[in-house]
């Protein structure tokens, strides 16, 4: 199937947004809105962006990527990802302008990127999402990090022969080791105090949460095995029994990539995504 490239141009208040339209011929009515997470634009690391873009297009499916007001070739001032509704609402618009046969729209993003698109379904509850792809979901806090070192770094360290070896010969910096274990459960131990007695703690969080239990469209959730980031989403989770409720909902899947970096750097875990969006896509399209 053959796809075009376009660029399109729109408004988000006073701002001007430069998107990219990678246009199937002939398009399903099911259209791929790629969110940009961290400090990217719309081409991604390691061209991800434009890879899936154009992989998808050829299978079928429409695809819109674009940059957020103050990154890349848009105009206005740099925002945080829990700041970008507008953005997304105004993407959706222009993509649905340029290309009219798209009626539903699955939002995909990584990292941040995902925690943006949840939030965007919390703030608007709009329609036209009828799914969404969230990669290594970003949830974190100082609490969280510390809680994922204790649990996933400091612990295999002590599994590990090179560790024991540099020990018993003296070089290692124990106190160093020690004072670095002794801060990260300080900082674990205070920050979860303080969230418990503060209920302006983890908003972010919790809307997110809020937007995963009530969506009324299916998920795709590709979670990392070489990842804080994505071990701290599910530290996250199973300490959040409407987190659990949420992630074990018969509306979405799960994919996990054990060998996967953050951002699934290597060509391999690349085309692992685009395979695994894909077919989840196939399915949606037959709901």
Known sequence: MSYVESPVMFSCGSESLLGILTKSEPTNNLGVLIAVGGPQYRVGS???FVLLARSLAAAGFSVFRFDYRGMGDSTGDLRQFDDVSDDVAAAIDAFQAACPEVERIVLWGLCDAASASLIYWDVTQDKRVA???LLNPWVRSEASLAKTHIKHY???RLLQA???KKLLTFRLGLGQSLKGLVGAWLRARTNEAQGASSSSSGIFQRKMIRGLQAFTGYTLLILSGDDYTAKEFLEYCQ???EAMKA???ARLERVNLVEADHTFSAPEQ???VES???SWLRKLMAR
């Open 162 to 164: 090179e560790f024991w």
């Open 46 to 48: 390691h061209r991800q």
């Open 239 to 241: 300490a959040d029994a």
């Open 270 to 272: 690349q085309q692992a």
């Open 131 to 133: 799914g969404m792809v």
């Open 276 to 278: 695994a969006t894909l």
């Open 247 to 249: 992630l074990s909902g």
């Open 154 to 156: 400091y612990r295999q």
